[in-house]
T-cell receptor, first 114, second 117 residues
Framework: KQEVTQIPAALSVPEGENLVLNCSFT??????LQWFRQDPGKGLTSLLL?????REQTSGRLNASLDKSSGRSTLYIAASQPGDSATYLC?????????????FGQGTILTVHP | DARVTQTPRHKVTEMGQEVTMRCQPI?????VFWYRQTMMQGLELLAY????????DSGMPKDRFSAEMPDATLATLKIQPSEPRDSAVYFC???????????????FGEGSWLTVV
């Protein structure tokens, strides 16, 4: 059974800092990994999608890397802003007999204070 | 701007009542997911459809929950009878998935906030 773990569970930083969120998964037979953002009372917004054959993806101040063999992904946020405050979730898209199933981590609650 | 639409957004109901949540996936998407989110358990997969066929509903309590896709534009999640422990946010998500492709971005709706009293 796939298990996804995110570290840290919560993070509080001053504005302007660069930060790294970590995600690990136990079963490396994945098709892709997706990072989401969730604001309080809202749904999930997709930030980045990395296919299993890729090493990283970038979008603006966000950079996500994937090391499939070691079961790890990181989300790097450059020059953090108060508007980045949210819960960040990573999810792996399963392969094999569970093809297509998306398994989530518990999330990292990020607070960026001015 | 294409989006996944869920109704109702909020629902308060009494224990024992039937609850039906509806989801309209993004037009053209062939995969639909139902997730439940609670503080304790996080996001749990309840059911997963591809081309309207159920592929995985192992996370769904079969005695009271049921999920269907009557057509490609509508997915439903029904709870009968509802219990207080069903109070949660229920998310629908959709995406594209093909056998020889790993699948693309999954898009989530805004969720249905259910409170059973």
């Amino acid at each position: 059974k796939q298990e996804v773990t995110q570290i840290p569970a919560a993070l509080s930083v001053p504005e302007g800092e660069n930060l790294v969120l970590n995600c690990s998964f136990t079963d490396s037979a994945i098709y892709n990994l997706q990072w989401f953002r969730q604001d309080p009372g809202k749904g999930l917004t997709s930030l980045l999608l990395i296919q299993s054959s890729q090493r990283e993806q970038t979008s603006g101040r966000l950079n996500a890397s994937l090391d499939k063999s070691s079961g790890r992904s990181t989300l790097y946020i450059a020059a953090s802003q108060p508007g980045d405050s949210a819960t960040y979730l990573c999810a792996v898209r399963q392969g094999g007999t569970s093809y297509g199933k998306l398994t989530f981590g518990q999330g990292t609650i990020l607070t960026v204070h001015p | 701007d294409a989006r996944v639409t869920q109704t109702p957004r909020h629902k308060v109901t009494e224990m024992g009542q039937e609850v039906t949540m509806r989801c309209q996936p993004i037009l053209g998407h062939n995969t639909v997911f139902w997730y439940r989110q609670t503080m304790m358990q996080g996001l749990e997969l309840l059911a997963y459809f591809r081309n309207r066929a159920p592929l995985d509903d192992s996370g769904m309590p079969k005695d009271r929950f049921s999920a269907e896709m009557p057509d490609a534009t509508l997915a439903t999640l029904k709870i009968q009878p509802s219990e207080p422990r069903d109070s949660a946010v229920y998310f629908c998500a959709s995406g594209l998935s093909f056998q020889r492709q790993p699948g693309n971005t999954i898009y989530f709706g805004e969720g249905s906030w259910l409170t059973v009293v």
